[in-house]
């Protein structure tokens, strides 16, 4: 087996042989990373090495949900106010639980976008100054590689594939050569699909965030009950667009007299998102020719969606990488984790580097 592989990072990633790896002394790194691009606060360590599993030592989160709640979305000012309250906390938590003192930490990792700019700042300027510090370098972590990447965290390889990240504020299809190799096949053109399922909870009158309020809704609801539009679904093209959808339940929700069927509804909802999702990946790992897909970010946590794409893999032939689900909704271990990739192949950021609220991931 190869030890050194090449990628974009530069060398070194990737061996499946594990004791090669130990017998040339190649580097086991203690990684801490800080996720606060939005409503979590979060503070993860993780041990990996050359073709080792990575070991989650620790991954705290302290969620924003109840504090946000009320205001029926993420309130800026009150999140980055919220992160510095808590950040140290965590950090200080995520120590302990790992074991581990500080100055063995090799580098310090977090997330500079894209996100809430206020949000960002208070995570990576955490995170330099423990860098500054230990003497240790720092790395910048794309927020949206680390999902992408999540769903191999417990391999030892990211193996060519086409990926789909569904969260809150993003929905991308990518072709996957490897670590730091992406080529977005698709994105959405209106609504995230996260957003979609925020603003119709909202509508259907669930609580914030409205992902998995709907879920549990939807639970015994009929999904052919309301015949939602699937937009885009037969273009040629892989983006999304949710917001015809979103309209279409609010044109139902007018006409309902009466009692609401809201589990019919919510149901109708879910269907026609994971039609949406299912048969747009597959069609992209048709037109890529990849035999793999993998499936990230806080709506990949649905159970339904989880289940439909594991069927449709299964149909299809291909195999499927879910992420665990206590890694798709936002975390530190994924930022750790796409942090532990590059710091393997040598790099780090600058200290002077600023946060990017709008940062592609291609
Ligand atoms: O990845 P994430 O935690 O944050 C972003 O990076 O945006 O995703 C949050 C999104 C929210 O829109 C939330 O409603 C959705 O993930 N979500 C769900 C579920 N759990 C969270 N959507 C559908 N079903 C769920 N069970
Ligand atoms: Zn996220």
């Known amino acids: ?86 950040l140290r906390g965590l950090v200080e938590k995520a120590l302990a639980d790992a074991g581990v003192r500080m100055e063995e930490i090799d580098a310090f990792a977090a997330t500079t976008g894209p996100g809430l700019a206020s949000s960002l700042l208070i995570g990576s300027t955490a995170a330099k100054g423990m860098a500054c510090a230990t003497g240790r370098p720092f790395l910048g972590i794309n927020h949206l590689e680390g999902h992408l990447l999540s769903p191999f965290l417990d391999r030892t390889s990211v193996p060519p594939h086409v990926g789909l990240i569904v969260s809150g504020g993003h929905t991308l299809l990518l072709d996957v050569e490897g670590p730091g190799r992406y ?34 809704a939807a639970l015994g609801g009929d999904p ?23 309209t279409a339940v609010l044109y139902t929700l007018q006409r309902e007299t009466g009692v609401l069927p809201l589990a019919d509804l919510a149901a109708s909802f ?14 992209a790992a048709e037109e890529t020719g990849r035999r793999e897909i993998a499936l990230s970010g806080g709506v990949s946590l649905n159970q339904a969606l989880r289940n439909a794409f594991l069927l449709a893999a299964d149909r299809e032939g291909l195999e499927i990488h879910l992420a665990s689900p206590v890694f798709c909704t936002d975390n530190a271990a994924m930022i750790a984790f796409a942090a532990l990739l590059r710091y393997l192949a040598g790099k780090s950021s600058p200290l002077d580097g600023d946060i990017h609220p709008n940062l592609p991931l291609v």
């Open 1 to 86: 087996m190869k030890l050194w592989k090449k990628n974009d990072f530069g060398f070194a990633l990737f061996s499946r042989d594990f004791t090669a790896a130990f017998a040339l002394n190649l580097p086991v790194a203690l990684l801490l990373a800080i996720e606060s691009s939005c409503d979590e606060t979060a503070v993860a360590i993780v041990r990996g090495s050359v073709g080792q599993t990575t070991e989650v030592l620790a991954s705290e989160i302290h969620s924003q949900i109840e504090l946000h709640r009320e205001h029926g979305g993420v309130v800026p000012e009150l999140a980055s106010r919220n992160h510095s309250q808590h």
């Open 183 to 216: 080529r977005k096949l698709g994105g959405t053109r209106d609504d995230a699909a996260g957003e979609a399922y925020d603003k119709v909870g909202k509508m259907l009158g669930l609580s914030y965030p409205g992902g998995p309020e709907i879920e549990k």
């Open 224 to 246: 052919q009950a309301y015949d939602f539009p699937r937009s885009m679904l037969h273009e040629p093209h892989l983006d999304f667009s949710f917001s015809g959808l979103k």
């Open 270 to 283: 879910q269907q026609a998102v994971i039609d949406i999702l299912v048969r747009k990946t597959l069609r």
